[in-house]
C-alpha cells in the first residue's frame, strides 16, 4: 500500500529525515517548510495523508488540522501531529483541532509507519466513497460533504469491553457527559453484543484475562455488521508490541495507561467524527442508487430496474422448471385526463393507480413503472391461468372505483387494458415481453378494459 503523504516542518533537518524514513517505505512524500504552503498542496488534493511540525512560525500546526477541517473539500484529510511537547493537554489540544494522531519527538519510526499505514487505508475507503458522491451531487443528490462540517463527533453509545471494575468506572466517568456508555466484562458476550448493531464504537481494553483482546478486534472488523465500527484499543505501556499488531489488524486507535479522560473523550470524538462523515457519504450513495432505479413519482421501481432484473429472474424458473408469467398495464386514455383535469391531476392518478394494484398483486410479485402510463408486473412461479384471475382482478379493481383527485369536480374514471404471456421454451425475455405486449395491443384494439392473454 503507497499514499502521497506531506511532511510539514521549517526544520531542513527534520524533513530529511521523516522523507527519507517514509520513502523507505515506499510512500510517496513531499515536503512543505510552512503552514501556508500545506495548505495550499491539500487544496489542490496533491496529498493522501499530512505528518505536521506543531511548533512552526506564522501558522501552528494546530491552526493548519483546524483550516483543514473547516473546508469540505480537506476535511477528510488525515493529520499526524509531530511536536516536542508531551503533556496529555498538548495531546487533546491537537486532537481538538482535528488531528487523528499525536507523536512525540524523538519519533518512534515503527510506530509512525504504522499509523500512517492504518490512516492510509481508512482514507482509501472514505476517497472511494467520496468520489461515488461527488458523481451523486452532480445527479442532483444533496451534499453531503458541507453537513460533515457541523458533526463534533458527540452523542451516541459506546460499547466499552473491559474486566477491570476500576478502569471501566474510570472511563465511564470520563465518558458519562457526551456518551451512553454500556459496560461488557466477558469478550465473548462482548462480540454478540457488537454483532447485534445498536453502537457507535467499541473500546478494547488490551489487558483482558484470559483472553486474546487482538482477538475479538479482528473478529469485530471482519464481521459485515461491524466493519465500519470504530475501534479504540487500551493499552499497557508494555503492550507496544501487541499494539502496532492491533493497528494492523485495522483498529482505528489506541490510548496508553494511565488513561487522561481528556484525551479519552477527544480520540472517542475522532473516531466518531470520522464514522458519522464515512455513514453519511454511504447514505448518499445508497440514495444514489435507488435515485437510478426508483420511479422518483410512484416510488415504484423504473424500466431499468425491470430490465437488468427480468431476465434473472426468467433464468432462475427455466433452471427450476417452473412457471413465470408477465403482465403489462397500460391505463386507457389516461392523455384524456391530462388534457382535462391537467399534469397534476395525471400525477395524482397514477399514484393511486400504482398503490391500488399493488395491494392486488402478491408480495412475490415485481410491479414497475415502464413509463408514462404503462406499468409491467413480473410474477414468479405463476402459471397463465392463474396470471389471468389476477389481472383481472386488477382491472377490476381500478374499474369499480374511482379516483378522487383535487381540483377536479368529479371524481375521475379509469379503466385499465392488459396484456398476459407466460414464459417459453426459449427462455428469451425479450421474447416474454413481446408476446405480453402483443397481448396488450389485442386488449386495446379489441375496446379496452380488459385482459388479454398470449400463450407460448
Known amino acids: 500500500m503507497t499514499a502521497r503523504i506531506l511532511v510539514v516542518d521549517d526544520i531542513l533537518a527534520n524533513r530529511k529525515l521523516l522523507e527519507a524514513r517514509l520513502t523507505a517505505e515506499y510512500f510517496d512524500v513531499a515536503t512543505a517548510t510552512s503552514g501556508a504552503e500545506a495548505l ?14 506543531v511548533m512552526m512560525p506564522g501558522m501552528d500546526g494546530f491552526e493548519v488540522c483546524r483550516q483543514l477541517r473547516k473546508d469540505p473539500a480537506t476535511t477528510h484529510l488525515p493529520v499526524i501531529l509531530v511536536t516536542a511537547l508531551d503533556q496529555p493537554s498538548d495531546r487533546v489540544q491537537g486532537l481538538e483541532a482535528g488531528a487523528d494522531d499525536f507523536l512525540t519527538k524523538p519519533i518512534d519510526e515503527i510506530a509512525l509507519v504504522a499509523r500512517v499505514r492504518s490512516l492510509v487505508r481508512l482514507k482509501m475507503v472514505l476517497d472511494d466513497l467520496r468520489s461515488r458522491a461527488s458523481t451523486a451531487v452532480m445527479l442532483g443528490m444533496p451534499d453531503p460533504f458541507a453537513s460533515a462540517l457541523d458533526e463534533d463527533g458527540s452523542g451516541g453509545r459506546v460499547l466499552l469491553v473491559d474486566d477491570r471494575a476500576a478502569s471501566a468506572s474510570q472511563i465511564v466517568f470520563a465518558l458519562r457527559d457526551k456518551y451512553l456508555v454500556e459496560v461488557v466484562g466477558d469478550p465473548h458476550l462482548a462480540a454478540a453484543k457488537a454483532f447485534s448493531g445498536g453502537h ?56 496508553m495507561r494511565p488513561l487522561d479522560s481528556n484525551e479519552l473523550v477527544a480520540r472517542v470524538k475522532t473516531n466518531l467524527r470520522r464514522k458519522r462523515y464515512g455513514d453519511k457519504l454511504r447514505e448518499n450513495l445508497q440514495a444514489s ?41 397500460d391505463i386507457d386514455h389516461f392523455k384524456g385526463i391530462n388534457d382535462s383535469h391537467g399534469h397534476e391531476a395525471g400525477d395524482r392518478v397514477l399514484k393511486g393507480f400504482s398503490k391500488r394494484v399493488r395491494k392486488v398483486i402478491r408480495i412475490p410479485d415485481m410491479i414497475c413503472r415502464l413509463g408514462g402510463e404503462e406499468f409491467v408486473v413480473v410474477m414468479p412461479d405463476t402459471s397463465i391461468d392463474v396470471a389471468a384471475r389476477i389481472a383481472e382482478r386488477v382491472r377490476g379493481e381500478i374499474e369499480r372505483q374511482r379516483f378522487v383527485v383535487d381540483g377536479a369536480s368529479d371524481p375521475i374514471s379509469i379503466t385499465v387494458s392488459i396484456g398476459l404471456a407466460e414464459r417459453g421454451d426459449d427462455n428469451l425475455p425479450d421474447g416474454l415481453f413481446r408476446r405480453a405486449d402483443r397481448a396488450l395491443y389485442r386488449s386495446k384494439t379489441s375496446g379496452r378494459n380488459r385482459v388479454s392473454a398470449d400463450a407460448a
Not at 40 to 53: G, N, Q, T
Open 40 to 53: 495550499a498542496i491539500c487544496a489542490r488534493e496533491e496529498c493522501d495523508l499530512l505528518v505536521l511540525d
Open 289 to 329: 442508487i435507488e435515485l437510478a432505479v426508483v420511479d422518483p413519482l410512484t416510488g415504484l421501481n423504473n424500466r431499468r430496474y425491470f430490465e437488468t432484473h427480468l431476465s434473472t429472474l426468467v433464468a432462475q424458473a427455466a433452471d427450476c422448471g417452473r412457471p413465470l408469467s408477465l403482465m403489462i398495464l
Open 200 to 255: 457507535d464504537m467499541v473500546i478494547v481494553s488490551l489487558s483482558l484475562q484470559g483472553f486474546d483482546a487482538l482477538r475479538l478486534c479482528g473478529q469485530i472488523r471482519s464481521h459485515e455488521r461491524t466493519r465500519q465500527l470504530p475501534i479504540l484499543c487500551l493499552a499497557e505501556m508494555e503492550d507496544r508490541t501487541r499494539v502496532l499488531r492491533a493497528l494492523d489488524l485495522g483498529v482505528n486507535d489506541f490510548l
